[in-house]
């Protein structure tokens, strides 16, 4: 019997081990650590209900009886909460009232002579056992209020068990309940048979601490495959995962790696672990992946880094971060690869081609403006002509004036250079390539548009008003912005045709820059103005108001502006027209 006990007593101190560093690990889920808890306390339950029976005197018997019932009160003190944290129960009330009862009960039985076991010292007396074993008889002849009290507890307990197991059932958590029902039943069973014993209903010996280790293996074989089914299922997340996700300890040796790995890397993931990266890629990617690897566990955070592998050079977005232990210490990195080869590709496609969206605008644009474009010209280079002509004939004089030379040649200097400065709008106007970005006088590339739409301004009677303030300068590319400003200004024109002479007006702005701002360009006009059921929907691409219009404008002016950081909108005027503004960062270097 003994040697039994003892042997039970190894079991339960080996599951409180097992469970004891499965909660270790999982400090989110206290179920491990609750029943880690329970194993230690049967554990040393078993221990003393040996001593009892060893015992050779009623005081050595009622210290060990003393010392049992310390611990099975603590047993179901705590078990209750094992309950609720198994099977999912939220109420919190039940469990404080059980636990401040047998609390109670523990006390009383550390203060009271004899414990709550015993009234009094008991006549010791011995049994012997069917095998033939002699041991002490633990049966109680006479029991007192705590006594009561105590085993009241205890039924209260396996009353909320059952609950627990029959609402588990009605949740549909039947394996579950089913575990709880065999394990529990069995330990309700043996803890009952043993209170029989004690009224003398049965003449046996104890056998609650059976039921006790039943309890014990029961549970642990069910939160063991509960354990084991839940790692399969993250296995087979871990698998379907699109990312090559791996991990590795801190020498830089392969722990694990998924299906994906496989997949990318044509590297079998059985055959990856224990390798390093120089075992798997060939020397300069390696060193690459061992310095990205030290960095992240230098800093001891996640980033992400931009890797190319393999001879055919695909590109991954790499995110790696350290696993820490409960110490806060890295222990080993994870990282999750994704193959970007084919959406850099596509997005490079889709850049070219709104490149190109953007050029076919700017010609269509332009074009519209041929004739106001060609007035531009022919202005300077007739006066260019009309005073070289002069300049011929003061020259053929015996005696010239130079001074009415010289300011001649000097109105030649000044009409070539506005010719030159609308022959240079209109090429960069026209021009395929994008220019890289550089620092952009917003202001001053709304005086170049002005002056080059001065004739159309003029042709069609529109007032024009300016308020440009000094120094607002952007990072961008010029020509787009002069495009923007193109389609904005053209809207405007042709929207205000329809009113008469005299009430069209056209007004730009540009407040002063803000420090840390954002600086904001606004073209306000006086047509008819929009909808306002239609006002949400002028940016989109196709969408159109005019006749003729293809609806493109807008729409490549939003994609210019916020390529570049920006915003554009649209708002309507208080008196009549509307007023498109958009903004941009200044001078922030955006890719």
Not at 156 to 179: D, E, K, S
Not at 293 to 298: C, G, H, K, T
Not at 438 to 447: A, H, I, P
């Amino acid at each position: 019997m003994l040697f039994a006990l003892y042997g039970l007593a190894g079991i339960c101190a080996c599951a409180a081990l097992h469970h004891g560093l499965i909660g270790s690990r999982r400090p989110v889920d206290r179920t491990h650590l609750l029943f880690a808890a329970l194993c230690v306390l049967i554990s040393c339950y078993v221990i003393a209900r040996a001593a009892s029976y060893r015992a050779d005197s009623a005081l050595l018997m009622v210290a060990a009886r003393r010392l049992e019932a310390s611990f099975a009160l603590a047993f179901f003190a705590v078990f209750p909460w094992f309950i609720a944290q198994y099977s999912g129960l939220r109420e919190r009330w039940p469990l404080a009232g059980m636990s401040t009862l047998f609390a109670a009960v523990l006390a009383a039985n550390l203060l009271l002579p004899y414990g709550v076991t015993y009234v009094d010292l008991p006549e010791f007396r011995t049994m012997t056992l069917p095998w033939g074993e002699e041991v002490a008889d633990l049966r109680v002849p006479r029991r007192g209020a705590w006594y009561a009290v105590a085993w009241l507890g205890i039924l209260l307990v396996f009353a909320y068990t059952i609950y627990a197991c029959v609402r588990q059932y009605r949740q549909g958590a039947h394996r579950r309940a089913l575990a709880l029902a065999i394990g529990a039943g069995v330990f309700i069973a043996s803890t009952l048979f043993t209170l029989a014993v004690h009224f003398g209903l049965v003449r046996s010996f104890l056998t609650s601490e059976f039921g006790f280790v039943a309890l014990v293996i029961v549970m642990t074989f069910s939160l063991t495959r509960e354990m084991r089914e839940r790692e399969r299922r993250m296995l087979a997340l871990f698998d379907n995962v699109p990312a090559a996700v791996y991990v590795k300890d801190l020498a830089g040796r392969y722990l694990l790696a998924n299906r994906r790995f496989e997949e990318l890397f044509g590297i079998r993931a059985a055959s990856v672990a224990g390798k390093t990266d120089r075992d798997l890629f060939p020397a300069p990617q390696a060193g690459i992946f061992e310095a990205n690897d030290r960095q992240v566990l230098e800093q001891v955070r996640g980033q992400q880094f931009e890797e190319v592998v393999g001879d055919a050079a695909r590109t991954y977005v790499s995110l790696r971060f350290p696993l820490l232990d409960e110490d806060g210490r890295p222990y080993a990195v994870c990282g999750a690869s994704t193959d970007v080869t084919e959406a850099r590709k596509a997005a490079s496609e889709i850049s070219s081609l709104r490149r190109q969206v953007w050029h076919a605008d700017r010609v269509a644009r332009t074009g519209a403006l041929s004739a106001a474009i060609a007035h531009e010209l022919n202005q300077p280079l007739a006066a260019i002509l009309s005073n070289a002509q002069a300049g011929l004939r003061l020259l053929a004089r015996s005696d010239p004036d130079l001074r009415e030379v010289r300011e001649i040649l000097s109105d030649i200097v000044r009409d070539d250079k506005r010719a030159g400065t609308v022959i240079t709008g209109l090429r960069g106007m026209l021009s395929p390539q994008d220019t890289e970005r550089t620092r952009v006088d917003l202001s001053e590339t709304v005086r170049e548009i002005l002056e080059l739409l001065r004739s159309e301004l003029i042709a069609r009677q529109i007032e024009l008003a300016a308020d440009l303030a000094p120094g607002c300068v952007a990072h961008a590319n010029r020509g787009q912005i002069q495009q923007v400003l193109l389609n904005l200004v053209m809207n405007a024109i042709e929207a205000m045709m329809a009113q008469p002479a005299g009430t069209r007006r056209l007004h730009f702005a540009v407040p002063p820059a803000r420090e840390g701002g954002a600086l904001s360009v606004a073209v306000r006009d006086s047509g008819p103005g929009i909808p306002p059921q239609e006002i949400g929907k002028v940016f989109d691409a196709f969408y159109t108001t005019k006749p003729t219009g293809m609806g493109m404008g807008l729409a490549v002016s939003r994609s210019i502006v916020e390529a570049h950081g920006g915003a554009i909108r649209v708002d309507p005027n208080a008196d009549r027209g509307v007023t498109f503004s958009f903004t941009l960062p200044q001078n922030t270097e955006l890719s």
